[in-house]
């Protein structure tokens, strides 16, 4: 019968499953210690145990930790390449070495230092799928959110890297209380081999003779593997507890080339939970406590197998997202409000003392007389006005300006005259539209000119005896006659009563003297 | 990636439930918060205006006063001459009619095209008002030249309203100048604009 209390610190409590091949256990972890452990056979009614168990107990993430002898370890190189190469290479190499398991980890160690300096790679496998399968299912079945799967070799090489002073070739020798007497082999803290071997059941017999002679075993095993140089003692490293390691050192059996280290369980489970204290051997809880302490990154488990870890971790970011949202949305809008609230003052204050302004406003007011608009406006009415009338233009200007330059030439007989109005002087000009080019002729400099007033006129010389020569010239000087006026911008001749340009086509009668002396001026004069 | 069949909606349905609500209720509060202080700013900056342009003018009705003086009797003057507010083209046309038969010209034919607004190329500050215009197209017949300035003179001292002429055509008629009263020997067609001041929103201007 298994009894649970629900614990109401859902969120931060996790545990692990802890299985060998002939029990199952799992461990709590409580507020940084663990806590309850509960024991289930490899049978029928171990897992009918273990199903009731997830039924009764909160869906808190669960570790799964393996400590078998079905785990392969082999070290294999393949060429420093990267990306999708690298992917499928180490892919290949993995379908070679353990055709028949999912539950296959990688682990890069370094380079080769000789050579074409190849990546070390070393491959660990669960070769016996169906020692987690069982377990695995209930797990899934109940939606239990899976954290990962790790070996107990790939736990203590989290593990030693906690402790001072490991030796370079190090092997650790624990003992688990469901699984046996574990070897693990590190180089340079990387993990090389393990081997699990059986121990007689606690009690019966002393553990000291079965570590002495597995570390014989083993210590021939990795010399032959070359794995520790000759000239390089092995360093023993065991825990267990106190009892066994005084029996150990009573024994003090010495081996070549081999140092041995002996630590305190009971030390080490301390230094992981304060006021913790055991008193047998095993390592079982120091290594469970360093696996839910740490948390240690999966290394087996598919990644449809920790879907339901995912989908814990996605509803934790989303109710985390939803406080946080509300949080930021009350900080915000509590801004806004009482920001609001301030405006809303000053906006009082302001209307009040706009009131009292308006009252001393009207009262001022009174004693004016009322206008259709504003005082200011009024100014602005009258000043377009006046500006109105400096620039309302007449012809008077130009006609006595023009009647002045007659005067000295009676001959000359106006015919028409078009008169404007204009801000340029080059208006209805082929340069009216290009003021890069100056025009053709400037007669006087035209300093404070509010506007133009400009006239193309059409003449006659007459009477007219067919001297072109002495009519060209008349109007050449009557041109520059009405240039010569002050109020003259410019005096252009747009046409002479015969046409000498070497563009035109000229044709007549030499003989004849009746034919008109037509000509055109355009004058523009500034008005100030 | 997660695959779809590996998403179970029944973990995930209560917390996306309360994600949603959760961001209907964000939404709502910034949203409200936000529109509850962008109008009550509106408000405080509409409130702090009138304030300050009730302060200002109650600072300036001095000034004001003194404005009024120097410029409501010429405005109010503008304003019966017909050059602010409605524009007088009855006035115009007897005006027109009075100086042709004092000047005894020859002929005069008048149009006067429909109202519209004017812009003038000149800097000129109108700023709250809008100018303007009716084109009116004159054809006269004169005896001289001098006709044409004797009925611009007459029109400056009897019509209501200003305005200027942009543009004139001066024709001799014969060679030869002739001292018939009736005989147009100058015909002279010219382009007024009359122009008037209005407030910019179409209101009319009234006074008295």
């Known amino acids: 019968m298994i009894s649970l209390q629900k614990s109401n610190s859902e969120f931060f409590n996790r545990r692990a499953l802890f299985i060998s091949a002939d029990k199952v256990s799992v461990y709590h972890w409580d507020k940084g210690q663990l806590g309850t452990t509960y024991l289930f056979d490899i049978d029928a009614a171990g897992r009918d145990n273990f199903e009731r168990y997830l039924t009764e107990s909160e869906k808190t993430p669960m570790t799964i930790l393996v400590d078998v002898i079905e785990e392969e370890f082999r070290q294999e190189t393949i060429p420093h390449v990267f990306g999708s190469d690298r992917t499928s290479l180490i892919a290949r190499k993995q379908s070679r070495l353990f055709r028949d398991t999912q539950y296959v980890h990688v682990q890069n160690q370094g380079r080769e230092e000789e050579g074409r300096r190849d990546d070390s790679l070393l491959f660990i496998a669960l070769t016996n799928e169906e020692i987690v399968k069982p377990w695995l299912e209930l797990i899934d079945k109940y939606k239990v959110p899976l954290k990962g799967i790790l070996s107990v070799p790939l736990l203590l090489q989290s593990y030693i890297k906690t402790l001072p002073e490991i030796s370079d070739h190090a092997l650790i020798v624990t003992m688990q209380s469901i699984s046996g007497l574990r070897q693990t082999f590190f180089q340079k803290k990387e993990l090389k081999i393990s081997r699990l071997s059986k121990l007689p059941r606690y009690g019966t017999d002393s553990y000291a003779p079965k570590i002495e002679s597995e570390v014989e075993k083993i210590q021939r095993y990795l010399n032959s593997l070359r794995l520790v140089p000759n000239d390089i003692s092995l360093d023993v490293y065991v825990i267990a507890d106190k009892l066994t390691l005084d029996e150990l050192e009573k024994r003090a059996i010495s081996l070549p080339m081999v140092k041995k280290h002996y630590l305190d369980v009971n030390l080490l489970l301390g230094a992981i939970q304060k006021d913790a204290v055991q008193t047998v051997p095993f390592s079982d809880q120091l290594l469970l406590s360093h696996l839910l302490k740490v948390q240690i990154k999966n290394c087996y488990a598919s990644s449809h197998e920790m879907r339901y870890m995912k989908m814990r971790n996605i509803r934790h970011y989303m109710n985390a997202a939803s406080v946080a949202l509300l949080f930021f949305s009350f900080i915000y809008s509590g801004l806004n409000f009482m920001g609001g609230l301030t405006y809303k003052q000053e906006s009082e204050a302001a209307k009040n003392k706009a009131a009292f302004y308006q009252v001393r406003y009207d009262l001022a007011r009174e004693r004016l007389p009322k206008t259709p608009v504003e005082p200011a406006q009024i100014k602005v009415a009258v000043d377009a006005v006046a500006t109105l009338e400096e620039y309302k233009a007449t012809p008077y200007e130009m006609l006595t300006s023009i009647g002045k330059g007659l005067e000295q030439y009676p001959q000359i007989k106006l015919d028409d005259i078009d008169w404007s109005f204009s801000l340029d002087p080059n208006k209805g000009t082929a340069i009216e539209d290009n003021y890069n080019n100056p025009p053709a002729e400037v007669m006087t400099d035209d300093k404070k000119v509010k506007y133009y007033q400009i006239s193309n006129l059409n003449a006659h010389i007459e009477p007219f005896d067919g001297d072109y020569r002495e009519a060209i010239a008349m109007v050449n000087e009557l041109a520059e006659t009405l240039g010569n006026f002050d109020s003259t911008h410019s005096v252009t001749i747009e046409s002479f009563p015969l046409d000498i340009s070497s563009k035109a086509t000229l044709q007549g009668n030499a003989q004849a003297t009746n034919k008109a002396a037509l000509f055109s001026l355009r004058v523009v004069i500034g008005v100030n | ?208």
């Open chain 2, 1 to 208: 990636m997660e695959k779809q069949s590996d998403i179970d909606w029944n973990i995930l349905k209560g917390p996306l439930i309360v994600f949603c609500v959760c961001l209907i209720i964000a939404s709502a509060l910034i949203g409200g918060s936000y529109y509850f202080n962008s109008s009550l700013n509106q408000e405080f900056k509409n409130n702090k205006s009138i304030f300050q342009s009730i302060s200002q003018r109650y600072l300036d009705v001095d000034q004001e006063e003194k404005l009024l003086r120097d410029y409501y009797p010429k405005f109010v003057e503008l304003y019966n001459h017909g050059v602010i507010g409605r524009e007088k083209r009855l006035n115009w046309i007897e005006a027109l009619r009075q100086g042709g038969e004092n000047i005894v010209l020859p002929s005069l034919t008048y149009s006067i095209n429909s109202q519209e607004e004017h812009i003038p190329d000149y800097e000129i500050n109108y700023n709250g008002y809008v100018l303007y215009r009716s084109s009116m197209e004159l054809d006269l017949g004169m005896l001289h030249e001098g006709d044409l300035f004797k009925l611009i003179d007459y029109m400056n001292k009897s019509a209501d309203g200003i305005y200027t002429l942009s543009e004139c055509t001066f024709r001799m008629n014969g060679t030869k100048v002739q001292f018939d009263k009736d005989h147009a020997n100058i015909s002279a067609s010219c382009l007024l604009y009359w122009i008037t001041i209005g407030l910019a929103g179409g209101q009319e201007i009234k006074i008295g």
